[in-house]
């Protein structure tokens, strides 16, 4: 029921193809969340993070050859593939019930608020995994022969407060890739802007036309266009001729026109 909604409201926000796509598009989507909402926590985690890959690699698939060849196509297909290795560490410590428990905590928490489509929040516990809660010192550490009460807080034996993104450089990489799956959900589900980050920034596409089904820059071009064409008419405006000295146009100058 819900699910379907939801992603009928995806597959309608996407765009393109016609009304009968779209209606197939939503009932596999509502099919693999049935399908991942029957598995346990980790498997369930595996399966959406695959599956955010997998559509991924299907819009990049359905832009074209020639739209591949340009510039801003070879960057996403290469920006796709390297997340789609750098996360696989993460989904081999899920498969093997292998991963850190706080990290695991945390990713699921990241997950949930995805499906929740609460992606500023999930952005902000996303920013909260990377920087932990390490004390990150500024200059200085060590001055004079006294012990200070805080000293043993910034010191690296100490295990507790370890920020695992900065140490470890796998956790570093699957980190960075989860952060791409978030931008991709959220322009592939979209949500209301106040629980988005950065709406419409266009860094994996257009938020704005995902939401609404609508091309508003395609919508509003005639008005630029005619904007434009104002601006240079206003540019290029060449006076009229002036009238000579003395003279006046219908009268000459300093005599009665009577």
């Not at 597959?11 to 598009?25: C, I, K, L, Q, T």
């Not at 598995?39 to 991924?56: C, F, G, I």
Request: net charge positive; charged share 30%.
């Amino acid at each position: 029921g819900g699910a379907a909604a939801a992603a009928a409201a995806a597959a309608a926000g996407a765009g393109g193809g016609d009304f009968a796509a779209r209606v197939a598009e939503a009932a596999r989507i509502a099919k693999n969340m049935a399908a991942e909402a029957a598995l346990e926590e980790d498997d369930r985690a595996v399966a959406y993070l695959q599956r955010l890959l997998r559509e991924w690699g299907e819009e990049l698939g359905a832009r074209g050859v020639e739209a591949l060849k340009t510039y801003e196509g070879m960057q996403a297909v290469a920006s796709h593939r390297q997340t789609e290795s750098f996360i696989k560490p993460l989904l081999d410590k899920l498969r093997e019930r292998d991963l850190d428990q706080l990290m695991r905590w945390n990713i699921f928490m990241i997950l949930r608020l995805m499906r929740d489509r609460e992606y500023l929040k999930a952005s902000d516990k996303y920013v909260q995994i990377c920087i932990g809660n390490a004390p990150w010192p500024i200059g200085v550490t060590s001055v004079g022969i006294h012990a200070r009460s805080g000293r043993e807080r910034i010191s690296e034996t100490n295990k507790n407060f370890k920020a695992h993104v900065m140490t470890d450089e796998t956790t570093r990489k699957y980190l960075v890739s989860l952060k791409r799956l978030i931008t991709f959900a959220q322009r592939r589900y979209p949500s209301d802007p106040s629980k988005c980050l950065e709406f419409n920034s266009l860094a994996n596409g257009s938020d704005l036309l995902s939401l609404t089904g609508r091309d508003i820059a395609a919508e509003t071009g005639h008005l630029r266009d005619e904007t434009d064409f104002r601006a240079a008419s206003v540019k290029n405006w060449v006076p009229p001729e002036m009238p000579a000295p003395g003279q006046a146009q219908g009268r000459v100058r300093n005599k009665p026109n009577f």
